[in-house]
């Protein structure tokens, strides 16, 4: 299922200029035994993306440990029909998407070995158009 807000403040927002700030640091990490999967550029990701990432980490883990979104699509991106004509106020809301910034984590995996638990991050980090990249705390 797509995730998206159930309520706004407003039905539809500027369309984001600039991408988020790209930073070098990671942020903090509880101290758990856990994989993460770390965005290491800034871009945006659209439900889509994040619910195809996490659909194949849990193939690939035949559906144990626990698996913690830490990013949620809330910026809404409007479009209008290819044939409409110029004028007539803004078009629908076709996506969401979320702001990513370079060292943010996207996926916590915990509760399950290495030896499951990197090959299936790496197999969600395929269906992200970013790099990114997998540490184990």
């Known amino acids: 299922m797509l995730t998206q807000p159930k309520k706004t403040k407003y039905r539809k927002y500027f369309k984001p200029r600039q991408m988020p700030n ?6 903090k990490l509880q101290d758990l035994n856990c994989f993460a999967l770390v965005a290491m550029e800034s ?18 883990v035949n559906r144990k440990g626990k698996l913690e979104i830490i990013i949620f699509p809330d910026i809404a991106i409007s479009r209008k029909a290819t044939a409409a004509r110029m004028g007539k106020g803004k078009g629908k809301v076709d996506h969401w998407v979320a702001s990513l910034s370079a060292g943010q984590t996207v996926f916590l995996l915990y509760g399950i070995d290495a030896e499951q638990g990197i090959p299936a991050l ?16």
């Open 43 to 60: 871009s945006f990701l659209n439900g889509k993306q994040i619910e195809a990432a996490r659909q194949n980490i849990r193939r690939k």
């Open 22 to 27: 790209n930073s070098t640091k990671t942020h």
């Open 122 to 137: 790496q197999a969600g980090a395929n269906k992200l158009p970013m790099k990114l990249k997998i540490y184990q705390l």
